[in-house]
């Protein structure tokens, strides 16, 4: 009986020898899998913010341009404010 117990412990020393290093190999695989994911899902987040932003700043560029046009307006110095009006009307 003492050789059974004996070829029992090999092949569970065997079979801890293998599945172990198995396991850590996968666990360490996981951590960097998911620190690579949330790597390239902050960079699509900042480019996504990148986009966005220099969408509104053009868009408020273009506003603040037209709003200073209409700033320079006759219609208005004058204070002809239906005239101003279509005026802006017209360029809005």
């Known amino acids: 009986m003492a050789v059974g117990m004996r070829l029992r412990s090999h092949l569970i020393a065997l079979v801890l ?9 996968a ?17 699509g987040a900042v ?3 990148r986009a966005l932003m220099n969408a509104v700043d053009e868009a408020l560029g273009s506003t603040v341009t037209t709003l200073e046009a209409l700033a320079t ?20």
């Open 47 to 49: 480019a996504t913010a």
């Open 17 to 25: 020898a293998v599945l172990v290093p198995m396991v850590v190999f």
């Open 73 to 92: 307006a006759r219609s208005l110095a004058q204070g002809n404010l239906t005239a101003f009006h279509a005026e802006a009307r017209r360029v809005l």
């Open 27 to 43: 666990a360490i695989v996981v951590v960097m899998f998911g620190r690579q994911q949330r790597a390239d899902a902050e960079r």
